[in-house]
């Protein structure tokens, strides 16, 4: 039998099912990997209690011969999603062992597909950032080279699953945060269309962009998750799709001969590094001998996306973070003169430099007499940006191009420049910025032997079309299946 943790999500459900290992003794085995690799940084929680009665309810439906495709399949939660039975902090001090009520609607759908919880995973605070340097807790390592960073906001997750501590995991993609940590770390996520998955219990950061998606080897594991992950949610998030979940499965193994993949010339512009570009045009040659065509479209707009998304994201973070006054969660300061005060002393104790500065940005840019000059100007650009993807859609099938301008960087390398960060952004940001379904998949290395993703980006609703794509260049590529020395 293949080592547990070396098995996908429906091998190990096989594993399940065929008597090899129970749930519980399965949950141990990656819950001893985590504890072995603790050094990595990518757990904020784990509770051995929670996770083992999990896995024991799991073993109990598989004795009576529960048939559910993921049921006993061990997962993470990135640490956005709220969990009843474990701390919920979105990687910020405000929120240190906050305990929600409730679980997040993607989290209560993982669990009643019978996934059981390994525990939180470390991420960038209030998933703002693009290294997982901004967690108040602790930086989280790449595999790879863990004097480099694994890419943020979901650096916990892609951590995770490359270092096989976890089959599977989640993520929220706000501006690329499932896409950029999967590139860094050699791992596949996939970002689905805005509005998909329930917004419902996760941690708003940009509430116009928030997206949850899965990060796991394949995108054959993905397909998996994401099915169970999606659906609508009419009566707890306004904005989810009224769209049954699809069984994405089913649409792997289509031929993709013929297919159209649009390449923007505006992704290989002079701030593509040459060794990613390398990995990037090897891939797009791969997907050519599978029959794919090759066509060059325009995306005109793609710079501009950074300044819109750093000026629409931080305008609605700024809204969405003014629940955390101290009142009524979260962190309170000790001491006071009134509540003006608190207030004051709340934030400024609760919240991180980055956030702060995007919660000074937000307002700003909401302000009377900056509000048009700002925000309505970049909600314009906005829409012309979804536009121009529609455009180049009647060229191509799918757009693919890099995920980021180069690999992972070295921990500390950005030091206190944040528009470094942002700049870093740019091929993630018009997807999010349109609310496009798009996925990264492990397509070669780079610098440093250094993990490189190649990001695939679809219209609304084509996830069955990307992962199917994904799907055929994993079925002639071994990329996805490199594990990092050492684990
Ligand atoms: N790097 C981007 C930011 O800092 C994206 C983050 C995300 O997708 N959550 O806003």
Redesign the pocket.
Known sequence: MKALHEQSLAELALTLRDKEVSAVELAKHFLARGAAHEGLGAYLAVNEDVTLAQAADADARLAKGDRATLLGVPVAHKDIFVTKDFASTAGSKMLENYRSPFDATVVVRLAAAGMVTLGKLNC?EF????SNENSAYKPVKNPWDVSRIPG??SGGSAVAVAARLAPAATG??????IR?PASFCGVTGIKPTYGRASRYGMIA?ASSLDQAGPMARSAEDCALMLWAMCGPDPDRDSTSLDLPAEDFSKTLNASIEGLRIGVPKEFFGAGLAPDVRAAIDAALKEYVKLGAKIVEVSLPRTELAIPV?YII?PAEASSNLSRFDGVKFGHRAKQYDDLLDMYKKTRAEGFGDEVKRRIMIGTYVLSHGYYDAYYLQAQKIRRMIADDFQDAFKQCDVIAGPVAPTVAWKLGEHGNDPLA??LA?IFTLPG?LAGLPGMSIPCGFGAGGMPVGLQLLGNYFAEGKLLNAAHRFQQVTDFHLRVPEGF
């Open positions: 960038d998933a703002m950032g693009s943020g906001s929220t993609d706000t501006g690329g945060s950029q950061f998304y994201a960060d942002y952004d999010s």
